[in-house]
Each structure stands twice: as structure tokens, then as C-alpha cells.
């Protein structure tokens, strides 16, 4: 869990996998420059998996085929796209549900979703929202006891910092999707022991089909899938106080979806909200540990706009480097290295036509490091984000704005406790 490889490859594996799970297979060639299959069952799985992940591979792909290049998984053909200007022409006609929630469902046996699913996601999306608003002072003062733990320790003691910020995430965002029972380190410690068996087997067992050919292994997802449902219903059913009534699961309550659909999306929310919000914590801390003149801009700053009262929701939109620092983690650190989608019709980008129930892969890992869009790409520079363009090309990709995930809006894990 810990281990920034393990989530980037589970990542692109379910974002490939899930795809290949729900829709049919296509033998038609794209005609689009790229690689013939290696072996006619596997595609060029093989060659993927020399490379060492998806994002390595995708990165020699576009440096020989150029920015749109095409690859076989299995006996499906791939198109990956790897530059600016060619996802602008893929996104803006294809921007409809979230690729990473529908195949997180699909993989975890959920039905796909249809036409109403788009406004399912207004609510999934007005929930998070409310949620966090909500529950501001808790994540404060989650923040403020792990920054005090660590501010007692002594200078030579080591700080597990992966460890710290991951079981800072799972309090959070299980007390945020589903109240005070979450105040129980009992309570987290089952959760993240099922999150663990979950996540690990969701990428890795689906690819090599382990997960079927050991009865032990899967019985343990499966138990540890059904205890994390069993969870999620028993909360829909509660009618809860306080707090519990702002959670994010009674917030999809309120918006009148069933409890079947409150426990799937109470799923995608609890199993990638922990994964990405620690990963984000953990890279954001870590490049700010590399760069004292970053510490110093961000850390003026904050004094700046918030002297010495806490960060508030209402001062969130003036601590604009901080913003910077954020961004410029998730560029850096290629946070989310792939997207995907699949054509539903016949498309084109450039000259290029992509057949109906093509895989599309938004190579993100490529595009973050790309020469012709950022200036030195391998070099954490916040400064770039002051640039309204590079603003722009950061929007476009799903990484601001409102397409954002919620840790980048609310940049509390970065500012609290600042003095």
C-alpha cells in the first residue's frame, strides 16, 4: 500500500482491466502507427510488463510512434494518446462519467452505469462537497494531533512518514463517509486490513488471474469485500445524529439513491479516497522536504493570509502557492500516470480515425513530462501554475477546476498548523 509502484500499477490496471471486463473485444486494426501484438493471446502485455509499469511503456510507445500510437492488450486494439493537443480533441466531445469510478465498479462486480449515471455523478460530486465542507474542523484537527505527534518527537528519531499520513487518511475519509463510528482505531484498523486485501487484488489478481487459481486468496477478497459492504449498507440504514448525518453516505440519502447505490459509490469514495489522498500527502511532504526555498515562499504565506488562526474555507481560495505547491506535486510526481475511455462511436483525432469500442488511454504520465508543454518537466517548480496557460493545460487533463479531486481543492494537509 505503501509503495508508490504498487498504486500506480494497480491504478492502470484497473483503469485497462475494467474496460476489457465490461465490452466486448474488437479485431479491427486502428490503423494509427504503434506496435503488432507480441503474442496473439497477450497483445504486447508482455512488453509492459519488460517495461516495468504501463507509464514506462506508454513513454518508449510515443517516443517512437509520436503523440497518437497504437498497442494491443490481449486481442484488443489500444489507442494511447500522449500530448495536449490530441487529448483536447479526444476530451471535449468524450467528457461524460468518470472512467476511473465506472471501472472501479465494474471490477468490483457493480452493474456499468447508463444515461442516468450523469446525474448520479452531479450528486456523487455535490455529496463529496458537502461533505468536507461539513466536516472541516474534523480534518483540522485530525491534521493538528499527527503534526503534534510529530513535533514531539526528537530530532534523531526516524518519523514513518508513509505509514503516519496513510493512517491519517483512513481516519479521515472513513469518519467523513461514515460518521463517528470511525473515532474507533478499532474500527479503522478493520478497515484498512480489508482495504488492503481489496486493493491489491482488485489490479494484481485481475491481470495474471491469480486471484482465481487460489481458492485462499480469493476467499479472502471476497470476505474482506463483504465485510466492507456489510459496513456501508448497515450505514445507509442508520438513521445516525450529528455528525453522522453530514457523512457522505447520508448525504447520497438525501439525495434520494438507493441503498445499493449509496454502498457502491460509499465504496469508490472509501477505497480510492484513502489511496490518493495519502499518496498526495506523502509526495506533497516529500518534494517540500527537498526545497527549503519552497518551504519558505509557502510557509510566508501562510502566515500572510492567515497570521495565527487556523486555515478556514473561506481563506482556502488566497493561499494561491500553496494551490501551486499542490499542482506542481501531482505534475511531478505523475500522481494519476493514466485515464482511460472507451470510444462508444467512431471517433477521430488528428487523421486519425478510432473505431467504435476502442480502448482510448489518456497517457497523463507522458503528457505532465513533456517537453513542448512544460518548461524543464522533471523540475519541481510551483512558479509554472502562476502561468495562466499552464493553468489551462492543467485543466484540460482533469487536474483543476471542477473536474479536481477534492484533496486538490482543499489544500488543508499542506497548510494547517503552520506555526
Not at 127 to 134: D, G, P, R, S
Not at 294 to 315: C, S
Not at 374 to 391: G, H, I, K, T
Amino acid at each position: 500500500m505503501l509503495d508508490f509502484a504498487i498504486f500506480a500499477v494497480t491504478f492502470v490496471i484497473i483503469l485497462i482491466g475494467a474496460v476489457l471486463y465490461l465490452y466486448p473485444s474488437s479485431r479491427r486494426a486502428s490503423g494509427i502507427p504503434g506496435l503488432n501484438p507480441t503474442e496473439e493471446k497477450d497483445g504486447n502485455l508482455q512488453d509492459i510488463v519488460s517495461k516495468g509499469s504501463l507509464h514506462e511503456f506508454l513513454v518508449g510507445l510515443h517516443d517512437e510512434f509520436g503523440s497518437v500510437a497504437s498497442f494491443w492488450f490481449g486481442g484488443r486494439p489500444v489507442v494511447s494518446l500522449g500530448a495536449v493537443a490530441q487529448l483536447q480533441q479526444h476530451i471535449n466531445p468524450n467528457r461524460t462519467t468518470d472512467s476511473f469510478e465506472t471501472m472501479l465498479k465494474s471490477l468490483l462486480r457493480y452493474q456499468p452505469g447508463s444515461g442516468a449515471e450523469v446525474m448520479r455523478k452531479k450528486v456523487y460530486e455535490g455529496a463529496i462537497n458537502k461533505t468536507l465542507e461539513n466536516h472541516f474542523p474534523l480534518l483540522l484537527q485530525l491534521v493538528e494531533e499527527i503534526v503534534d505527534k510529530w513535533a514531539s518527537y526528537p530530532k534523531s528519531q526516524h518519523t514513518p512518514l508513509c505509514s503516519h499520513l496513510l493512517g491519517l487518511a483512513m481516519k479521515a475519509v472513513t469518519q467523513l463517509a461514515m460518521g463517528s463510528r470511525f473515532q474507533d482505531d478499532a474500527e479503522v484498523i478493520c478497515f484498512r486490513k480489508n482495504h488492503e486485501a481489496i486493493w491489491s487484488e482488485i489490479g494484481k489478481g485481475y491481470l495474471d488471474g491469480s486471484l482465481e487459481k487460489s481458492s485462499s486468496r480469493k476467499a479472502h477478497y471476497e470476505s474482506a469485500l463483504a465485510e466492507m459492504e456489510s459496513v456501508l449498507k448497515s450505514m445507509a440504514k442508520q438513521k445516525g445524529q450529528g455528525s453522522d448525518q453530514s457523512s457522505f453516505v447520508k448525504c447520497l440519502l438525501q439525495a434520494n439513491l438507493t441503498e445499493r447505490q449509496v454502498m457502491e459509490d460509499g465504496m469508490v469514495f472509501t477505497l480510492a479516497g484513502c489511496v490518493i489522498t495519502a499518496n498526495l500527502c506523502i509526495w506533497a511532504v516529500h518534494f517540500l522536504s527537498v526545497s527549503e526555498e519552497v518551504q519558505e515562499r509557502l510557509y510566508h504565506e501562510l502566515v500572510e493570509v492567515l497570521g495565527e488562526e487556523p486555515v478556514t474555507l473561506e481563506k482556502i481560495p488566497q493561499l494561491r502557492y500553496c494551490q501551486q505547491v499542490l499542482n506542481e506535486t501531482v505534475r511531478t510526481s505523475k500522481l494519476t500516470p493514466v485515464a482511460a475511455r472507451l470510444q462508444e462511436v467512431e471517433g477521430k483525432v488528428d487523421q486519425h480515425v478510432i473505431p467504435k469500442e476502442t480502448l482510448v488511454i489518456y497517457a497523463l504520465g507522458v503528457v505532465l513530462q513533456d517537453a513542448d508543454t512544460w518548461s524543464l518537466p522533471y523540475r519541481f517548480n510551483p512558479d509554472r501554475f502562476a502561468d495562466e496557460s499552464v493553468m489551462k493545460s492543467f485543466s484540460l487533463l482533469g487536474f483543476s477546476g471542477n473536474q479536481a479531486c477534492p484533496e486538490l481543492r482543499y489544500p488543508i494537509f499542506t497548510g494547517v498548523n503552520h506555526l
